[in-house]
């Protein structure tokens, strides 16, 4: 899509449709009288005859008596000026998104007059909107000959700058907004591949095509070199498939003064049957997504990459693929980790923290000043929290607020659950130095205390985020398919930690 950014006359300019953005408790202003009388008063008739009031998501499509100026006006509620946050203005802008592609309006222009955040600037306002219109225009189409669907992409956007020296501010938050939703793309790619597609080496073999083209230092270590290494969890999971594994690692060096680098590791399990303790049939199809924690991990770096975040980053991924056969791991299984820890295997369909376990062994080695992991861990994960909010555990509480107020900002928000030691007891192992589930209570904790084992060297956080990786029915801004869940969640947190306003 064509983002433009021009300064214009909101009621003059040429274009199919105008969209405005309205508060609930606001909905009178010297600009929407100017609209008002263009449109032959039916602003004021619909605001009159209750048929849009400015709630949250509400929106309106009303048509131009005039010959000139905008064909028409798509108002796009907000609620209550004073509750409206920036990811309230990113949603609308998904739902303006919505309405357009129904009615196969394939180029729009959209106003900022009169609106007002608090507590944000012009430029993080145009960032929001921006990314709401890109989220809500993404589509899949790989594999799909003829899709009706298609046309009713968005071709081109134009923001529109109410002064012209606010058109550097509305391009800043733009061309944020674009960097960063490259990212959130990527990662819903990944996560839409069918498994047919979708190997371990399909996985690395993008990884390192993206880092190649964003100057970011890439490398694999393949099978016989995770043998040589003494990756046993992560290979003991990989037996069962006839696809090798990979361990993906990238480093990106924004800051050249040598600082630590902060670690991202993403579960990336290309495909998970379960293995030998397989899923039920129904919606197994959807454990393509079992790579959701990879998918957001690589998009990141993307991003990262693009935004030219002052700080340095390495990934570790860790792909494979879950599947039952001759060679599959067994429950009662015994493998020997990276770290030297044993770990008995009661549930063959524990599998992520498994192969987690050698990756949060393995980047140790670059010394990190914190570890953030991301993982489609658990069910039990979306029984506590539904669709609503990812799970944070960690062994750092300075870096868990971090998070959460990041969560908060970029709307992927999360919430914290205890990391007690009285939690460890239940992964208690009598025949090796732990075992890889704790039974059903708690199984979203037992699980991040099954990590911690593995992240004692440094500080640490965990995201469970089986329920925001996938969107079961599409909403506003998220498709149907791979959220992209985590990516803007890391790039807020990255910016801050940098000190990039």
């Not at 990106?252 to 991202?264: H, I, K, N, S």
Request: hydrophobic share 45%; charged share 20%; aromatic share 4%.
């Amino acid at each position: 899509m064509n983002i433009l950014v021009k300064t214009a006359d909101s009621t003059a300019i040429t274009t199919p449709c105008l969209v405005f953005f309205m508060p609930e408790d606001r909905i009178s202003s010297q600009f929407l009288s100017l609209l008002d009388e263009h449109f032959g008063k039916l602003v004021t008739a619909a605001q009159r005859n209750n048929e849009f009031r400015g709630r949250q998501a509400e929106t309106l499509l009303l048509h131009a008596a005039c010959t000139t100026g905008p064909s028409r006006i798509l108002l796009v509620g907000i609620g209550k000026a004073n509750a409206a946050s920036l990811d309230t203005l990113r949603q609308a802008a998904g739902c303006a998104v919505a309405v357009l592609k129904q009615k196969n309006i394939s180029k729009a222009a959209v106003s900022q007059s009169g609106l007002s955040i608090q507590r944000a600037t012009e430029e993080q306002q145009a960032q929001a909107i921006t990314e709401g219109i890109l989220l809500a225009n993404y589509q899949y189409l790989r594999y799909q000959n003829s899709n009706p669907d298609t046309s009713k992409a968005l071709k081109q956007i134009v923001l529109l700058a109410a002064k012209a020296q606010n058109l550097s501010l509305l391009r800043r938050g733009t061309d944020k907004a674009q960097a960063i939703c490259a990212g959130v793309h990527l990662a819903r790619d990944l996560v839409n591949a069918p498994g047919n597609l979708k190997s371990p080496e399909f996985l690395a073999m993008q990884a390192v095509a993206m880092a190649e083209q964003n100057g970011i230092k890439a490398h694999l270590l393949d099978q016989a070199r995770l043998q040589q290494l003494g990756c046993g969890a992560l290979l003991g999971v990989a037996q069962g498939s006839a696809r090798p594994p990979y361990l993906i690692v990238l480093e990106y060096t924004g800051d050249q003064t040598g600082t630590a680098p902060l670690a991202l590791v993403g579960k990336g399990v290309t495909f998970d049957t379960g293995g030998i303790s397989l899923k039920p049939a129904d919606k197994m199809d959807e454990m393509k997504m079992d790579m959701g924690g990879a998918a957001a991990v690589i998009g990141t770096m993307l991003a990262a990459a693009r935004l030219e975040i002052p700080i340095n980053l390495v990934a570790v991924v860790p792909a494979v693929e879950n599947m039952p056969s001759g060679n599959a791991i067994r429950p009662g299984d015994i493998l020997t980790s990276l770290s030297g820890k044993t770990i008995e295997v009661l549930n063959t369909d524990a599998e992520g923290r498994l192969i987690l376990a050698d990756a949060l062994t393995y980047v140790e080695r670059y010394k990190p000043r914190a570890v953030i992991d991301l993982a489609t861990l658990t069910g039990a994960c979306i029984i506590a929290l539904g669709n609503q909010a990812a799970a944070i555990l960690g062994n750092d509480d300075k870096l868990i607020d971090k998070l959460l107020k990041a969560g908060q900002r970029s709307g992927e928000r999360l919430w914290q659950l205890p990391l007690w030691a009285e939690y460890a007891d239940q992964i208690k192992s009598d025949f090796a130095d732990v075992k890889n589930t704790g039974g059903r209570p708690a199984g979203t904790i037992t699980a991040a205390a099954f990590l911690q084992k593995f992240a004692d060297q440094y500080n640490w956080a965990h995201l469970d985020i089986a329920g925001m990786a996938w969107e079961d029915k599409g909403k506003a801004g998220i498709p149907r398919g791979g959220s992209g869940f985590g990516v803007r969640l890391l790039i807020d947190y990255l910016l801050a930690e940098a000190g990039v306003k």
